[in-house]
């Protein structure tokens, strides 16, 4: 008997598994151009935003194999679609912020834990976090502070 309904059990799941990979959400793989960049202080505060931001935060989204694959697809669409609304370092004074984005970093806020498992290069070392903090200090101001570069 319980045989029977494990097997029922995992046979509804590879089949719900399967029904899910129609729903067409999370697919969409394309990357908006890239319209304007902020002025980043150095070339290694943009580096360290590459390494660990522009996957959510620009539109030079890298899409692994595995956002192809409901939920997970799902999961990562959403994400990014918030990350670029919250900041888009690809579309540049249009709306969006990233002063706060120093602070953000250092409160270990960003970059996601689950980001951070899924690409341990975003995972930075104590000094490169810290040069990186500086970078968007210096890019975008403090809290409160700074705006929009080139203002």
């Given amino acids: 008997m319980l045989r029977r309904v494990l097997l029922w059990a995992g046979i509804v799941l590879v089949v719900g598994f399967l029904a899910i990979q129609l ?3 999370g697919r969409d793989h394309t990357n908006p151009a890239v319209v304007s960049e ?3 202080d150095s070339p290694a505060t943009r580096a360290y935003a590459v390494t660990a931001c522009f ?3 620009s539109n030079e ?3 692994p194999w595995y956002t192809n694959i409901a939920p997970m697809s799902w999961l990562v669409q959403h994400d990014v679609e918030e990350g670029r609304q919250a900041a888009n370092f690809s579309e540049w004074g249009r ?3 990233a002063d706060d984005a120093a602070e953000t970093v250092a409160d270990n ?3 996601p834990f689950v980001y951070v498992i899924l690409h341990p290069d975003a995972n930075l070392s104590d000094a490169d976090k810290q040069a990186f903090i500086a970078g968007l200090t210096a890019t975008f101001g403090g809290e409160g502070g700074g705006g929009e570069a080139g203002d």
């Fill in 23 to 25: 729903v067409p959400y």
């Fill in 61 to 63: 989204t890298a899409w």
């Fill in 95 to 97: 709306g969006g912020e």
């Fill in 38 to 40: 902020p002025a980043w």
């Fill in 55 to 57: 996957d959510c935060h």
């Fill in 109 to 111: 806020q960003m970059p």
